[in-house]
Nanobody, 121 residues
Framework: QVQLVESGGGLVQAGGSLTLSCAASGGILGTNAMGWYRQAPGKQRELVAEIRTGNANHYVDSVKGRFTISRDNAKNTVFLQMNSLKPEDTAVYYC???????????????WGQGTQVTVSS
């Protein structure tokens, strides 16, 4: 079974930086996309940033210019460098991967367990 293991969350002051990492493992044969979502209390989960094979990196407008997503294909790991953090970035951040694994010809989506990011004002 595919597993996504996240790390790097924590508490930071406004204006600070954090880097999130997510390593995918478990018989992955190919990856269509990896990305990060976040969910703040009382709000819906939203896509923050995504790397999709063959496409330009995608960012939600609120993080453009502050967050950078990158991927190590050899290690099936995706990173989210978050700079100039704001209190409104506070949320649980979830890693997401759309991968081919096992004997299936169709990709499946898997989620990490989530990591808390808290930005104090």
């Amino acid at each position: 079974q595919v597993q996504l293991v996240e790390s790097g969350g924590g508490l930071v002051q406004a204006g600070g930086s954090l880097t999130l990492s997510c390593a995918a493992s478990g018989g992955i044969l190919g990856t269509n996309a990896m990305g990060w979502y976040r969910q703040a209390p009382g709000k819906q989960r939203e896509l923050v940033a995504e790397i999709r094979t063959g496409n330009a990196n995608h960012y939600v407008d609120s993080v453009k210019g502050r967050f950078t997503i990158s991927r190590d294909n050899a290690k099936n790991t995706v990173f989210l460098q978050m700079n100039s953090l704001k209190p409104e970035d506070t949320a649980v951040y979830y890693c997401n991967a759309e991968v081919y694994h096992g004997g299936s010809s169709l990709p499946r989506v898997f989620w990490g367990q989530g990591t808390q990011v808290t930005v104090s004002s």
